[in-house]
Structures are given as structure tokens and as C-alpha cells.
């Protein structure tokens, strides 16, 4: 295990309880990266300069921020699979609040906080796990762990499910498990009284789309779905009241002449609801879509590059000012200054952080 830092303990630790000014950078450490990145966020430019950086967790692919923003939680991404958590007393020093804790899942890809529970979807096993988190943050093991059944039509990618995603709706009642192995989104209700998880119903996509990860809108009644196998979104409306997701209708997240096979990895909603950006792997780019009123059918405005190579992960500054694209092969942070009329982005800057993977704001 390595620890380094590189300009130690800084003084600017967010005690006025401004967002955004610390960044959290995952990464994969079997492919040479850090680990766990920490980076100052300029308060001007939204420039990132790393801080410090720990690798007391294997592959932390993804992340997640409680909501005090005092415990930072990681998923390990292993075929053993593992979440991890973190205090941030220290918010430029996060330290470990015990080991890792097996989630009985392989491959975790993704994680999510719903009131006591972390859940962690988990890629190579085809399940969502629910481990209950403890007092001061720290986790126990899991409580339960749900199976996802069913496979896709896509031979090499949907021999069984693979969830990729889990995400709770606005309203708190609800659990969504993105998989992209069945073509479908899981939704599990999550008990008023425990938060306790358990299954309502399997709502199907396009066979072959490959359902990667989703996001609402801010008003609530509109989820996104980003396919992974074919570059398209999913507009879908959401009842919170009965727990339903229903397709509404598909737009693509690259040109029709696009040359390149493409696999989109995250969307990202604007706060005002007018724009969705999803992040482009292979095309490497990030696509611009304009959201009608209803938020019912995207237009694809245009694309641009994502400043390095597979973006896997699209971070938006808790300001609505700047995206951040982790790009996992090129091994960079890019960030982009985004018109606020047109919501083009615009390449501002760049960090080098081998095999990013994704990216979160305090």
C-alpha cells in the first residue's frame, strides 16, 4: 500500500461549507492508476490540482459522497468486489474507516446511498448488494444481496445480467438498477421505516440496447436511460406514486455518419433541465442534447471532443458552471466551460490522472 501527497495537509478545508471545492478522482490501480485522488477545484477557472493520493483500495471505479459530505464510499471494482468508506474529517486526507468490506458480488461497478444502506451494483455477478451503513459512516456486511435474472440478445455482452448502475429516484422511495445485461431497468421499493430494499418490477428496453446508467430530470418525472451497446438515450417517464418507468422514445448520442463503433458511458442532466450531456467512448466525445419543456424527446444539438481517449466517466460541477470528462486510456481529468445559452461544452483545461474512471465533487 503506497500514500503520497504532495502538498500535505492544505488549509482550505471547506469548513464555510462551500460545494465543489474538492474533487474526488477514482481510478484503476491494476491499470496503473493511483487510486484515490484528491484535487483542490480552483474557485475562478475550476481548474483541479491534485493534492494528495491513496491507493488503500483496489480499483475505487466509482464513488459516492454521504449526504453530510463527511464519508466518502468507493466501490472495488475486483472479481472479489468490495466498498470501501472513508472519512473526510480531513476532506484533503480521506482516511479509512476499516477495510474494505466484501459485497458478495463480483465486479461492482457503481454505488449508491438510499437513507441507511449502501448499495453497490454489481457487474460480474448480476446483483445488487445492501450493506447497512453504521454509525459514523463506517459499513457492515452486506444485508442482503438481489439477483438480477435474464439475458440480452447481444451474445458476447448479455449471456446473463451485468447491472451497471443503481440510482435512488428523487422522491426517496424507490431503488433503480440499470442492467445492461437483460435490457431492462430493476426497481426495488425501499421500506419507509428501515430503507430496507426489496423487488417491485423489471421494466424493459430496446432488446440489444444495452442499458448502461440513468439519470432524471430534475423535475423528477423523467429518467434518462444511456444505452452502452447501441449510442442512444432512453427518454422514459417515471411515476414516483406506483414506481413505474415507461419508454417514451430514443435519440442518438452521435452523428448518423459517426465512423467509429461507440459506447456511451454517463449522462448528465442540467439543473434547469434544458440540456443532457452523455459522454461518448470510442467517438470520444461528449454529446449536447437540448430537452423539450416535457423533457420527452432530446435533440442531439451536436458533439464534442472529450479531450483524451474513452470517457469513461461526466462529472458536472455542483455550480452548473464546468464538466469534467474522465478519460480512462488517455489517462486525464478534461474540464469544459459550458455556454449557458447553447450548453456546448468547451475544453478549458486538463489533469493527468492514469486510468481515471470517475470523478466527484464536495
Do not use: K
Not at 164 to 180: E, F, I, M, Q, T
Not at 268 to 289: E, K, M, P, Y
Not at 315 to 344: C, K, M, Q
Amino acid at each position: 500500500m503506497t500514500d503520497s501527497s504532495q502538498d500535505g495537509r492544505s488549509s482550505w478545508n471547506g469548513a464555510d461549507g462551500r460545494r465543489g471545492r474538492w474533487a474526488y478522482i477514482g481510478s484503476f490501480t491494476d491499470a496503473g492508476g493511483p487510486g484515490l485522488t484528491v484535487a483542490r477545484v480552483d474557485a475562478a477557472t475550476g481548474a483541479l490540482t491534485p493534492v494528495h493520493s491513496t491507493d488503500a483500495v483496489v480499483n475505487p471505479s466509482y464513488l459516492a459522497l454521504s449526504p453530510g459530505g463527511d464519508v466518502l464510499y468507493a466501490v472495488s471494482e475486483t472479481d472479489e468486489g468490495a466498498a470501501a468508506a472513508f472519512s473526510l474529517a480531513d476532506p484533503a486526507r480521506p482516511e479509512p474507516l476499516g477495510l474494505p468490506v466484501p459485497v458478495r458480488g463480483e465486479g461492482p461497478t457503481h454505488l449508491a446511498l438510499a437513507g441507511p444502506w449502501l448499495l453497490t451494483a454489481n457487474y460480474g455477478s448480476g446483483s445488487v448488494s445492501a450493506l447497512p451503513v453504521r454509525t459514523g459512516g463506517g459499513l457492515g456486511a452486506p444485508s442482503a444481496v438481489l439477483p438480477h435474472r435474464g439475458r440480452g440478445p447481444v451474445a458476447d455482452r448479455q449471456a446473463g445480467p451485468h447491472p451497471h448502475a443503481v440510482v435512488p429516484d428523487p422522491s426517496g422511495r424507490w431503488l433503480l438498477s440499470v442492467d445492461l445485461g437483460t435490457d431492462s431497468v430493476w426497481s426495488y421499493a425501499l421500506d419507509p421505516l428501515s430503507g430496507a430494499p426489496s423487488p417491485h418490477r423489471e421494466e424493459r428496453m430496446r432488446p440489444g440496447s444495452g442499458p448502461r446508467h440513468l439519470v432524471f430530470h430534475p423535475r423528477g418525472d423523467r429518467a434518462y436511460v444511456l444505452n452502452e451497446l447501441d449510442p442512444t438515450v432512453t427518454a422514459c417517464a417515471w411515476d414516483a406514486a406506483t414506481g413505474t418507468l415507461e419508454p417514451i422514445g430514443e435519440t442518438r448520442v452521435v452523428p448518423a455518419d459517426a465512423g467509429q463503433r461507440t459506447y456511451p458511458s454517463a449522462p448528465v442532466v442540467s439543473a434547469d433541465g434544458r440540456f443532457l450531456w452523455a459522454a461518448n467512448r470510442g467517438h470520444d466525445s461528449i454529446a449536447t442534447l437540448a430537452l423539450d419543456a416535457p423533457g420527452d424527446a432530446p435533440e442531439l444539438l451536436g458533439t464534442v471532443g472529450c479531450g483524451g481517449h474513452w470517457p469513461r466517466d461526466l462529472t458536472a460541477h455542483p455550480d452548473g458552471r464546468l464538466l469534467y470528462a474522465a478519460n480512462e486510456r488517455s489517462g486525464d481529468v478534461t474540464w469544459f466551460t459550458v455556454d449557458p445559452d447553447t450548453g456546448i461544452p468547451a475544453r478549458a483545461g486538463s489533469v493527468g490522472i492514469p486510468a481515471a474512471s470517475c470523478v466527484l465533487f464536495s
